[in-house]
Each structure stands twice: as C-alpha cells, then as structure tokens.
C-alpha cells in the first residue's frame, strides 16, 4: 500500500522558516492533486495549500505570500516552502494526494510549532 513520508517539521521561531516534504513510497500514476493540509488543536482539518496536475495552484488566504508548493513530479514528492512563519501557523500539517480515479492519499502528520 502507498504511503506518504513527510518531514522538515519542527519548532521554529516567529518569522522564521520551514520546508515540509512529502514522498510517497512507490510510484503513483495519474495525480490529479497534491497538496497541504493542517490541523490544529481543537479545529477541523483544512486545505492549506494545492498543486493540481495542470499546475494551478491554490493556497488558503492566511497562508498567501508566505506559503510556496511545489513539487517534483518525478520523485512524486510535494514540497511546502513556509516563510514568515506566525504562531497561528502552529498546527499537525498532512500531506494529501488524490488521483484521478478517486483515490486520497494521506501521510501520518507532522508538527510544526512556530514559538518564541
């Protein structure tokens, strides 16, 4: 079964910076999205960031600017470049996939905490 591997996150301080990746573990064929999600403590999961197959993109108002996805399409990985970096940043990220026949893919989460 696929799975996705992140990592790159971390404690960082206000105004700092991360970059999160995402790799899966075997080949997908036919990404339709790839993307970023967060979630923090006691809030929903929500779209933070995405990158569709055609190369549109698509990033949450609070994150415009400072957030930049990316990716490498034949590594099929997903990369999250997060400057600027708020406290209200903090939150477990999930790397998300879903390809054209329908299938979502999640990764496990990973921290990122913005703190002084």
């Known amino acids: 079964q696929v799975q996705l591997v992140e990592s790159g996150g971390g404690l960082v301080q206000p105004g700092g910076s991360l970059r999160l990746s995402c790799a899966a573990s075997e080949i997908i064929f036919s990404i339709n999205f790839m993307g970023w999600y967060r979630q923090a403590p006691g809030k929903e999961r929500d779209l933070v960031a995405q990158?569709?197959?055609?190369?549109?993109?698509y990033y949450e108002h609070s994150v415009q600017g400072r957030f930049t996805i990316s990716r490498d399409t034949a590594k099929n990985t997903v990369y999250l470049q997060m400057d600027s970096l708020k406290p209200e940043d903090t939150a477990v990220y999930y790397c998300h996939f879903s390809d054209f026949g329908g299938r979502d893919y999640w990764g496990q989460g990973i921290q990122v905490t913005v703190s002084s």
């Open positions: 990158l569709s197959s055609r190369g549109n993109t």
